[in-house]
């Protein structure tokens, strides 16, 4: 079997897409896997280092404000176009799966030209601009979120798969919290702002981590590499508080962590439903139709998570959601009693039975 994958431009994007060849692999013993994704973003470095074939085409975002570069985009997609039906014609694929970004669009558009059959997968509660104008082209589309079906009355057909990097956290090695020094009965609070960091969101929290004092909880603060240097310049903090700027395989801790603080990306809400851990959700503002503040919302409303948003966030307000959680052992229970009673989906073996049940 020969497969083309394609997704870009981040994580939340990439991750989910490797997941889904992860699963082709595990099935499909003679698989062949082609991977096209842009020539200046995170996937031409993390696609090739894992041994998969890469093809990048180039290709930019639109936007508001570089209306040159725009112009040129019209250009590029249409002569990107051209070179994924020439890279398809050689290589054959049996279907074309894009993962989000818009690097997929020309992708998915050149596949439907061809003729060949396509999949398109959409990780957020508000659907990307890309896979909504692609909906009308593909054979089948899957969705993370339920109501997110809604943006794709114009496809074929919609089905609800949950996200692959739900899938990849339950097969992750558990990771102690006493492997960073904390005691094995420690209620440890795991505070992170995606795999970049933030500076908004780490100014927000860095004097809180300065007063919290000797709480009934410890707390691991992952700062972001490139934030790290500034977060504990001229600071200290007190003993139950430990800051890294990263932490590699951090689904791996939050399988013994109490609590998680965290930006509400696609990939993070599918950790947290498949882990069932409870968590406070301060969704990024700063994103494309402000999407992860209603893929946290998507949480709330099934009582399994907290919503603070980050323009309302002060120091006096962590701490009382922190000790509400701690404190109140019959709120904390309530969220992870919800969660325990989801039902989560093993979303890449449903996307690879789908795919060949469409083949």
Do not use: W
């Not at 070179?83 to 020309?106: A, E, L, N, R």
């Not at 007190?238 to 109490?258: R, S």
């Amino acid at each position: 079997m020969k497969i083309i994958v394609s997704a870009g431009g981040t994580g939340g994007h990439i991750y989910p897409a490797l997941a889904i060849i992860k699963k082709f692999q595990e099935k499909e013993k003679n698989l062949e896997v082609l991977y096209i994704g842009t020539h200046d973003r995170m996937e031409k470095d993390i696609v090739p280092n894992m041994g998969i074939k890469y093809e990048a085409i180039e290709i930019y975002g639109f936007s508001k404000t570089q209306i040159l570069r725009d112009f040129k985009n019209i250009f590029l997609i249409n002569k990107a176009i051209k070179k994924c039906k020439s890279i398809m014609m050689d290589f054959k694929p049996d279907v074309v799966i894009g993962v989000g970004g818009y690097v997929t669009y020309p992708v998915i558009r050149a596949a439907h030209k061809l003729g060949i059959k396509t999949f398109i997968h959409e990780q957020n509660s508000i659907a990307g601009k890309s896979n909504i104008t692609l909906a009308k082209y593909v054979d089948l589309v899957g969705v993370s979120f339920k109501n997110s079906k809604d943006y794709f009355k114009t496809a074929r057909k919609v089905v609800y798969t949950g996200n692959p990097c739900g899938e990849n956290a339950l097969s992750v090695p558990k990771i102690s919290k006493t492997t960073l020094g904390f005691k094995a009965s420690d209620k440890l609070i795991i505070i992170v702002a995606g795999s970049l960091g933030s500076s908004a969101f780490n100014e927000k929290f860095k004097a809180f981590l300065q007063i919290v004092g000797d709480e009934a909880y410890k707390i691991l603060y992952v700062t972001g590499k490139a934030y790290y240097d500034d977060f504990v310049k001229n600071s200290t903090f007190p003993k139950n508080v430990k800051v890294v700027p990263y932490f590699d395989n951090l689904a791996g801790l939050m399988k013994d962590a109490y609590l998680l603080i965290s930006r509400a990306g696609a990939s993070t809400i599918s950790e947290i439903l498949a882990l069932k851990i409870p968590s406070i959700l301060i969704p990024s503002p700063y994103v494309a139709n402000n999407h992860q503040y209603y893929n946290a919302l998507d949480l709330v409303n099934m009582k399994v998570a907290e919503l603070i948003e980050e323009k309302n966030l002060t120091t006096d307000l962590i701490q009382v959601s922190i000790n509400e959680l701690v404190n109140n052992s019959e709120k904390y229970d309530e969220l992870k009693s919800n969660l325990e009673k989801l039902n989560t989906k093993e979303s890449s073996t449903i996307i690879y039975e789908k795919i060949k049940e469409m083949l």
